[in-house]
């Protein structure tokens, strides 16, 4: 992700939740090392989706991640996904947790699909509907 994709992910971000990131959040987190941001695009150019993985120590998390509304379902955001877990792996991350509304069965799916796990519930995480949030985590895979 870079300067330039921001007015697209932003776009994204605000078309897709109710409690979206504002755009500076996006920005702000491009200069931290701590931060991993990408982008999937189509031939063209066109941002399709984007992924945040945070680490510290050992432990990473899925900051943020989504897809734009028209190609869902279309393997994007599990290729965003492989991509952040891949590079979670490659860093010996331990862990990596990720929260999810209750309601967003295709992105729980997702995530069970790719050995995340539940471990917790946040009680009324979410707003605009009040939500409670699970807490998925995904332990380390060696690389062979």
């Known amino acids: 992700m870079h300067v330039d994709d921001l007015p697209s992910v932003a776009a994204i971000e605000a078309a897709s939740f109710s409690d979206a990131w504002a755009p500076s959040a996006f920005a702000d987190l491009l200069a931290r090392k701590y931060a991993r941001l990408r982008v999937a695009t189509s031939s063209d150019g066109t941002i399709l989706g984007y992924c945040i993985l945070l680490r510290a120590a050992d432990e990473g998390e899925i900051a943020n991640i989504c897809t734009a509304a028209a190609v869902r379902g279309r393997g994007v955001g599990g290729g965003l996904l492989d991509d952040a877990l891949a590079a979670a792996d490659a860093?010996?991350?331990?862990?990596?947790?990720?929260?999810?509304?209750?309601?967003?069965?295709?992105?729980?799916?997702?995530?069970?699909?790719?050995?995340?796990?539940?471990?917790?519930r946040r009680k009324g995480y979410y707003q605009h509907p009040n939500e409670d949030a699970l807490v998925l985590r995904r332990t380390h895979q060696a690389t062979p």
């Open 91 to 120: 860093s010996a991350t331990a862990a990596v947790y990720l929260e999810v509304r209750t309601s967003n069965v295709a992105a729980r799916a997702l995530y069970e699909g790719r050995g995340f796990s539940l471990v917790g």
